[in-house]
């Protein structure tokens, strides 16, 4: 996979404590997925932010091709050179893939750590509790997913909230959810599908 990745120096400003830094951002390649806040780092920080990246997106291909372990090792890497918010996330989908969705929901509170604003770990700690059972505890953190200030995707966690209400009982709670997905994300197939099947059992 080709990732169209970028290194970007918006600005430099002089910080008398710590010298000179610059303005970094970074994209995943994956979306419109960025990797990392976008922060002030010196030179040294940038760098390994950098190496931090290029562990991720390896870490991403491995995942992708199912070599699960290797991706798990590197998305390791990828948080020993420079922790980010995505780079717990992403492990923890790996656990997931894997079978240790405790593990992947360890991995989701670390991210939030890293980085409260990033939304994706609220929604996968939710999507992890809907597959352990775990409907009225999932029902806070997509909550809180549909509020993150730094997420590209809010139709997911009303989705999921629409699957919570669903396996509640509560029809009409569902419907407002997926409907909610849906406005979000009009091509969202999985949605639609969903608003559609449960709307036909209740006429």
């Known amino acids: 996979m080709n990732f169209a990745t970028g290194f970007d120096i918006m600005k430099e400003e002089t910080n008398i404590e710590n010298g000179q830094k610059q303005f970094v951002v970074l994209h995943t390649g994956i979306g419109e997925m960025p990797f990392g806040r976008e922060e002030f780092l ?20 491995a995942q992708m091709r199912g070599d699960l372990d290797e991706a798990a090792d ?22 997931s893939f894997m079978g240790l969705p405790d593990d992947a929901i360890e991995e989701c509170h670390r991210a939030i750590e890293v980085d409260p604003d990033f939304g994706n770990p609220y929604n996968d700690i939710g999507a992890y509790l809907i597959e352990k059972g775990e409907h009225h505890l999932a029902i806070e953190w997509l909550e809180r997913a549909k509020k993150a200030v730094r997420y590209e995707a809010h139709f ?48």
């Open 156 to 203: 997911y966690p009303c989705f999921n909230l629409g699957r919570v209400y669903e396996a509640k009982g509560k029809w009409f709670d569902a419907l407002r959810e997926y409907k909610a997905a849906i406005d979000l994300n009009p091509n969202y197939k999985v949605a639609i599908k969903a608003f559609r099947t449960l709307q036909s059992k209740l006429n």
């Open 74 to 95: 590197l998305y390791k890497q990828s948080i020993e050179a420079f922790p980010t918010a995505e780079a717990h996330t992403f492990l923890g989908w790996t656990y």
């Open 42 to 61: 010196t030179e040294e920080e940038a760098e390994r932010k950098q190496s931090a990246l290029r562990f991720f997106q390896q870490a991403y291909e």
